[in-house]
């Protein structure tokens, strides 16, 4: 449960950290997102002047009154029929003008947005590319997949919902209230007392809602992983008769799921009533309180004024305020003045999710990238000379290198160099120890070992997928650290035990992106390789189409198709691991004699439990728990009588009691 509670966090409803780092993505689009904003503006100042429109029509002609003209009257014609003419044009130009004004605000801020999030996505995705090996070791793909789809449109939904729906919730609110206390602060005050309940009413809809949401978040992450996981492995699934179990389980997961979202869906269904309710006794309270002024129409008030012995007591007819005009104006303004607030209610929600993902996806970008180049860098000269050079390496519990970070913390990959004094004050826990070896160009060499011994290691440092934390790896003399990242993984080329095919054609995972193979390239490399009439028996040739990790191949067409690969791309390093290992016998034989061309001229690395395919080596590295313990020749080392003898007795013993030579490899696909 450990990868849900990442997703339970929503946080605050807005850091200020965090939004401006939001809007620097909006820097190169500045003049959409402006015109967008100006919009925003311009719509709410036409919207809350429908009502004083009305108000204007029926205070001037409908209604006459001798109360102070409004500034538009001054305008109007002072003919009924020409002026309320002139008024209902004036509406409908605001409508229309109100309509350009939100197609503007809308097409410029959904536009920045899709260009924030493909800008956004891109970032992300060129990071991943850039992380380490150990990174994903750690991070579920799943969890990733989620920052780069799930919080990115959260995000998206921000920046196309939120944020311009709060803008214009608030300029709305902002008109609306001054128009009200400028026409008649008392109707405005009395529209305004039902405001302490609605607050109230939102504050309890925020809450449950939030927690709603934190629910649906988490219950949709574990639905997530629990579909992967169990997808990727339906074959076992069904193998050993767990259908309903998994069933089971996912029932509960999707049950959470449910019940997260009707309790969502309640809080909506009580708030939005209760608003209406509560809008709709401000509104029955203007009407009383102003009706109630318009149906006594004229006020007499008395002024005594004395001269000499008399008084003289007259009196004046005065107009009140609250004219039939303001009544129906304020009962419009009040429907309007309660909308914006129940939107602010559910964007609030919109914003508090966006933030969370915006906690995440920034957490993400700022984990660094522990591989990074030198800032000066070497491209060596040279055929493919590899040098190991007492290579101390550990994944995890190396001890802290600056004091302040903890063993679990200092883990492979960052470059820290243990001292001799540092390596005595906590032990960690070795896959490398003090390993020193040459293979000079052209030569073939071979890494042997039981599982765990670190062969699979050592092609990953030659790779610089981690970092040592002790010694040094030399391509060409060269230090791998100090090579460009790109230039020192052209130089190989790998096939690994279990291939990877990528959704395309057989043509596309040969070549895999590489504009420089020629298409006869890629065909001779298939014909090295004896995959050329496999491919011919195929309906569409090189073009025929692979699906999702090449599923519909066989594991040895798979494995041939990774050779192809590999030579294709005529690399001066070659590294096999455990190549041949999951092949049926006829297309070993097809790879071994692929083997015989592909190494010919290369610097070559073989990783093998099998040690009929590495007879033949140049050199023979025997690795035993974390140490290089012998080195040479298949005969060299049989008359040494070591781990190899001992390796090699022991498989053809298992082979002359009759078990199958590829049974003690079984045990040793583990990842070294």
């Known amino acids: 449960m450990a990868s849900h509670h990442e997703e339970e966090v929503l946080g605050k409803a807005y850091d200020s950290r965090l939004m401006r780092r939001i809007l620097g993505y909006l820097r190169p689009y500045r003049w959409q997102v402006t015109v967008a904003l100006v919009s925003i503006v311009l719509k709410a100042g036409a919207d809350v002047l429908g009502p004083f429109l009305t108000m204007v029509a029926i205070d001037r002609y409908l209604a006459p009154t001798h109360a102070k003209p ?15 003419a002139e008024i209902a044009g004036i509406y409908v130009g605001l409508t229309i003008f109100s309509f350009l004004l939100e197609y503007l605000q809308t097409y410029f801020m959904q536009w920045a947005g899709q260009m924030v999030m493909f ?3 891109s970032e992300i995705f060129r990071h991943l590319q850039r992380m380490h090996i150990g990174f994903y070791d750690k991070n579920p793909v799943g969890r990733l997949v989620t920052r780069v789809t799930t919080d990115v449109d ?6 196309t919902s939120g944020v311009v729906s709060i803008f214009e919730d608030i300029f709305v609110l902002a008109g609306i209230l001054a128009i009200m206390l400028s026409v008649n602060w008392k109707l405005a005050l009395i529209t305004f007392a039902v405001l302490p309940f609605i607050a109230v009413a939102t504050k309890f809809f925020r809450d449950r809602v939030r927690d709603s949401y934190r629910r649906i978040r988490v219950a949709i992450a574990r639905i997530n992983a629990h579909l992967q996981e169990h997808v990727s492995g339906m074959v076992v699934l069904q193998l050993f008769n767990r259908e309903k179990k998994a069933f089971k389980t996912f029932s509960d997961v999707n049950a959470q799921h449910m019940d997260a979202y009707k309790d969502a869906i309640m809080a909506h269904a009580v708030y939005y009533p209760v608003v209406e309710i509560l809008s ?5 309270l203007v009407i009383w309180f102003g009706g109630r002024d318009v149906i006594r129409g004229w006020t007499i008030t008395g002024v005594a004024v004395s001269f000499s012995s008399k008084t003289l007591l007259t009196f004046h007819l005065v107009r009140n305020v609250t004219t039939l005009g303001v009544l129906v104006a304020f009962m419009q303004y009040a429907q309007r003045f309660f909308r914006p607030i129940q939107d602010l209610s559910e964007k609030y929600n919109i914003l508090q999710s966006a933030m969370a993902a915006a906690e995440r996806v920034f957490k993400l970008l700022d984990t660094p990238a522990e591989i990074n180049e030198a800032a000066v860098t070497k491209i060596p000269q040279g055929l ?11 994944y995890r519990n190396v001890p802290a290198v600056d004091g302040e970070r903890t063993k679990s ?6 470059g820290a160099r243990a001292t001799h004094a540092e390596i005595d004050t906590g032990e960690p826990d070795w896959v490398l120890r003090d390993v020193s070896f040459t293979i000079e160009p052209g030569e073939t060499a071979a890494i042997v070992g039981h599982t765990g011994a670190g062969k699979t290691t050592i092609i990953s440092l030659l790779l610089r997928f981690y970092d040592v934390q002790r010694g040094s790896i030399r391509i060409d003399g060269v230090d791998v650290k100090e090579m460009p990242l790109t230039d020192l993984r052209r130089r190989f080329g790998v096939v690994l035990q279990d291939p990877f095919l990528f ?10 992106g590489t504009e420089s193979i020629s298409d006869d390239q890629v065909r001779q490399a298939a014909e090295d390789v004896n995959l050329a009439d496999f491919i011919h028996q195929l309906p569409n040739t090189y073009k025929e189409e692979v699906r999702e990790r090449g599923t519909t191949l066989s594991t040895g067409q798979k494995q041939l198709i990774s050779f192809a690969r590999a030579l294709a791309h005529s690399p001066k390093i070659l590294i096999l691991d455990e190549a041949t290992s999951s092949v049926d016998t006829e297309t070993e034989f097809k790879v071994r004699d692929a083997l015989n061309k592909m190494v010919e001229g290369r610097t070559s690395i073989i990783i093998a439990h099998r040690l009929s395919t590495v007879q033949r080596a140049d050199k023979i590295i025997v690795m035993h728990k974390a140490q290089l313990r012998e080195m040479g020749t298949h005969q060299q080392l049989l008359v040494q009588r070591g781990i ?11 082979q002359e009691v009759g078990v199958p030579a590829a049974a003690p490899e079984i045990t040793a696909n583990a990842d070294d």
């Not at 959260?154 to 920046?159: G, W």
């Not at 709709?280 to 029955?284: K, N, P, Q, V």
């Not at 493919?384 to 550990?394: C, L, N, Q, T, Y």
């Open 119 to 121: 800008d956004l996505r």
């Open 280 to 284: 709709s006794i401000a509104i029955a």
């Open 384 to 394: 493919g000379r590899i040098e190991f050079d007492r290579v101390w390496f550990a």
């Open 70 to 84: 409004a500034w538009l009257t001054s305008w109007l014609s002072p003919r009924p029929l020409t002026g309320i």
């Open 503 to 512: 959704t395309g054609t057989v043509e596309g995972n040969i070549r895999l």
């Open 154 to 159: 959260a995000l998206n939904e921000m920046f």
């Open 644 to 654: 190899y003898y001992k390796l090699y007795q022991l498989q053809y013993k298992d």
């Open 409 to 414: 913390q200092a883990i492979a990959g960052e």
